[in-house]
C-alpha cells in the first residue's frame, strides 16, 4: 500500500480536491490523506464541484499538518511555495512534488464555481499522470531504499531538520544510542535524549546555524545510562537554493577501542594532558568515572603540574561538555574585586559600578566553573563560597535579589588544604563540600618516563607556532632534562624548551641551547636515582616503543643504565 499526501497552504479548497481525485483514480491501490498548514471547514462550492464528479466529499475531510506523520507517508504532493518549504528533502522525509498553483486571491468561501471547476479540471490532467502505477511505485520506493541503504551503514546515522524534527535514524544509531526508532521518528531531537545526546555540544541549542561540517569527540549517555565514548560528525543538508534544511549527524562508537588503548597503555594524551606513565592512565581513569557525575572535584599538585587542563578534561568528559567552563585565579584578585567578579554587582554598587555586571558563576550557569588556588581565599570569601555551594544561590554585589544558577564546582590548589583546616587557616565545612572527590596529580619528577613525551609535544606545538625547523632534541640534551629535578613541572618545561627556541638556529636542539639553571644544575652531583624495581619484560617493551627502538633512551626512560637493559634483553630474548 503507498501513502500519498496532498499538503496545500489551507487545507480546505485545492488540497482536498486533489486527494478525492487521487482516490477515485487509484481505487484500492494507494492510501491518500490531505492536510493543510491552516485548516478551515470545507466551502459549500468546493463540496459542489466534487459531487458534480459524484464524488462524495464527506468521505476525505482535510486535517492540520500537525496531525500527520510525515514519517509515515511514501509520497507528498505540495500545492504551494509554503507548503513545499514545510517539506525539506531529508532522508527519512518522503519523495516530493511539487505543483505550484496560483494561489487564488479571494476567501475559499468566495471562490466561484467557475474557478473551481476549472482548478478541478487541472488537477485532474495532473492527477492521470501521477496516479500511472510504474511511476507512482517508483518515487514512492525512493524512501524505502534510502532506508535500506542508511540501515546498512555500520555508523549511526540522524537526520533532523533545522527545528530539530528528527526524520531518519538507522539501525546503527539504535544499537549505538538504546533508543528505537519509531519512539524518535518526528520529535525533537532535546526531548528524545535527556541532556542533550551531543552533550550540550549541539550547534541548534539557540536555533538553526550555519555550518558545512563540524566534527568532535564527545561522551553520551544512553537510553539504559551507559556511558559511550563516541566520535561525531555533523554536516549541513541544502536544498537547491543551498539553503540550510537539516543536518546529517554521524555517530562513531569508539569506547571499546578507547578501553583497549588505556588497556595497552597505547594513550598517549588525553583532552591535550600528555602522559603515558602509569600514574597518568590512573588520572585519566578517574576523569571517566567522574563523567557521570556532578559531584565537586578538588584537584591537588604542585605549582606547573596542569592542574586547569584537569578541569577542563573533567568538563569536557561530562553532560556539561558544550556549555561555558569559566576558570577564576582565586589568588590573583583582591578580596574586594574577587567577590566582584565571582557574583557581579549591580550599579551603584560601589565607585566604578556604572552598569550592572554578572559575576563569573552566572556566566557558568549550565556549565562548570573551575576555582584555581582556592586555598588563597580569604575566610569571609570562604564563608560566600559555601553558602553558594549549600544553596545553588547568591546576591550581586549591591544587590537584594538571589541569583539562582546550576553549576559545577571544580577547584585546584598547590597548598595542603588538609593541613590549612587543621591550623583553623580553612573552613572544615568548606573543604568537605570541595573535596567529594579528591584528585592529586603528580610532579613531573615522579614520571620521568613523561619526559621524552612532552618535549617531543612541545618541539612540535612550536615549530608550528614559531614557523620553525626545529625537529628534534640530541641524545644529550634529552638526558640532562631527564636528570633534572623539574621542580616548575610541566611549566618549567615547557619554558626550557621555548628558551631553547630562541637560542637554538640549528634543526635540533643541543646541550648548550638549554637554560643556564639546567646546565649549572648538571654541575651538581645528583643524588643517584633510585630504581624503578626489577626489570621486566612487559616495562621494557613499553619502554623501547616509546622510545623508538633507541636502547639509551630506553634505559633511561626505565631509570637502568645500558649494560643493565642490554643483559636483560639478551637474557630475556627481547628484540
Known amino acids: 500500500m503507498i501513502r500519498v499526501l496532498f499538503l496545500d497552504t489551507r487545507g480546505c479548497c485545492r488540497s482536498p480536491i486533489a486527494a478525492c481525485l487521487a482516490r477515485q483514480m487509484s481505487q484500492a491501490r494507494v492510501t491518500v490523506m490531505c492536510a493543510g498548514l491552516e485548516v478551515t471547514q470545507m466551502p459549500d462550492t468546493v463540496a459542489q464541484v466534487l459531487r458534480e464528479e459524484e464524488i462524495d466529499p464527506a468521505v476525505l475531510q482535510p486535517v492540520g499538518i500537525e496531525d500527520i506523520s510525515l514519517s509515515s507517508v511514501d509520497l507528498v504532493v505540495t500545492l504551494s511555495d509554503e507548503a513545499a518549504r514545510h517539506c525539506p528533502m531529508l532522508p527519512g522525509m518522503p519523495a516530493m512534488v511539487r505543483w505550484d498553483f496560483p494561489e487564488l486571491?479571494?476567501?475559499?468561501?468566495?471562490?466561484s464555481l467557475e474557478v473551481l471547476r476549472d482548478l478541478r479540471d487541472n488537477l485532474r490532467k495532473r492527477m492521470q499522470s501521477l496516479m500511472l502505477p510504474g511511476w507512482i511505485n517508483a518515487m514512492a520506493n525512493l524512501k524505502r531504499n534510502n532506508e535500506v541503504m542508511m540501515d546498512h551503514i555500520p555508523e549511526g546515522l540522524i537526520v533532523h531538520t533545522n527545528e530539530r524534527i528528527i526524520t531518519a535514524f538507522n539501525h546503527a544509531a539504535e544499537r549505538i544510542t538504546g533508543y528505537n526508532r519509531d519512539d524518535v521518528i518526528g520529535r525533537d531531537c532535546h526531548e528524545v535524549f535527556e541532556g542533550n545526546l551531543c552533550g550540550n555540544k549541539c550547534s541548534f541549542c539557540e536555533?538553526?546555524?550555519?555550518?558545512?561540517?563540524?566534527?568532535?569527540?564527545?561522551?553520551?549517555?544512553t537510553r539504559d545510562g551507559a556511558q559511550k565514548r563516541v566520535e561525531m560528525s555533523v554536516r549541513s543538508m541544502r536544498d537547491e537554493h543551498g539553503q540550510m534544511q537539516g543536518v546529517l549527524a554521524c555517530l562513531r562508537d569508539v569506547t571499546e577501542v578507547t578501553h583497549l588503548r588505556q588497556r595497552l597503555r597505547q594513550v598517549h594524551s588525553f583532552h591535550g594532558i600528555i602522559g603515558n606513565d602509569e600514574k597518568m592512565h590512573v588520572i585519566y581513569e578517574l576523569i571517566g568515572d567522574l563523567a557521570v557525575s556532578d559531584c565537586p572535584v578538588l584537584i591537588q599538585g604542585e605549582s606547573g603540574t596542569g592542574k586547569e587542563l584537569v578541569a577542563a578534561a573533567i568538563h569536557e568528559e561530562g553532560r556539561r561538555a558544550g556549555r561555558a567552563f569559566v576558570p577564576v585565579n582565586c589568588g590573583a584578585l583582591p578580596e574586594g574585586i574577587l567577590e566582584s567578579e565571582l557574583f557581579g554587582h549591580v550599579k551603584g554598587a560601589f565607585t566604578g559600578a556604572i552598569r550592572d555586571k554578572k559575576g563569573r558563576f552566572e556566566l557558568a550557569d549550565g556549565g562548570t566553573?573551575?576555582?584555581?588556588?582556592?586555598?588563597?581565599?580569604?575566610?569571609?570569601m570562604q564563608v560566600k563560597l559555601l553558602r553558594v555551594l549549600q544553596e545553588h544561590s547568591f546576591e550581586r554585589v549591591g544587590g537584594e535579589k538571589p541569583v539562582k544558577i546550576d553549576v559545577r564546582i571544580l577547584s585546584a590548589t598547590n597548598r595542603d588544604l588538609r593541613e590549612m583546616v587543621q591550623k583553623g587557616r580553612f573552613r572544615e565545612d568548606l573543604f568537605y563540600r570541595l573535596c567529594v572527590v579528591p584528585l592529586t596529580l603528580p610532579p613531573l619528577r615522579e614520571r620521568r618516563n613523561d619526559i621524552v613525551l612532552l618535549v617531543r609535544h612541545f618541539i612540535e606545538r612550536l615549530s608550528k607556532d614559531a614557523d620553525r625547523n626545529i625537529v628534534s632534541i640530541s641524545d644529550e640534551a634529552l638526558h640532562a632534562m631527564m636528570d633534572y629535578p623539574w621542580p616548575g613541572n610541566i611549566r618549567e618545561?615547557?619554558?626550557?624548551?621555548?628558551?631553547?627556541?630562541?637560542?637554538c638556529r640549528e634543526s635540533q636542539i643541543q646541550l648548550e641551547h638549554l637554560p643556564p639553571e639546567l646546565r649549572a644544575a648538571l654541575q651538581t652531583p645528583l643524588p643517584r636515582r633510585r630504581r624503578r624495581g626489577k626489570l621486566d619484560t612487559r616495562r621494557v617493551k613499553d619502554a623501547?616503543?616509546?622510545?623508538?627502538?633507541?636502547?639509551?633512551?630506553?634505559?633511561?626512560?626505565?631509570?637502568?643504565?645500558?649494560?643493565?637493559?642490554?643483559?636483560?634483553?639478551d637474557r630475556e630474548g627481547v628484540k
Open 207 to 221: 536555533g538553526a546555524p550555519n555550518f558545512d561540517h563540524v566534527e568532535y569527540p564527545m561522551k553520551i549517555t
Open 544 to 569: 623501547l616503543k616509546q622510545a623508538d627502538g633507541n636502547k639509551v633512551k630506553a634505559a633511561q626512560l626505565l631509570g637502568v643504565g645500558r649494560a643493565t637493559l642490554y643483559r636483560f634483553m
Open 105 to 111: 486571491n479571494s476567501l475559499p468561501e468566495r471562490h
Open 493 to 503: 618545561l615547557q619554558n626550557a624548551i621555548q628558551y631553547a627556541f630562541v637560542k
Open 369 to 380: 566553573i573551575f576555582l584555581d588556588e582556592v586555598g588563597e581565599l580569604s575566610p569571609s
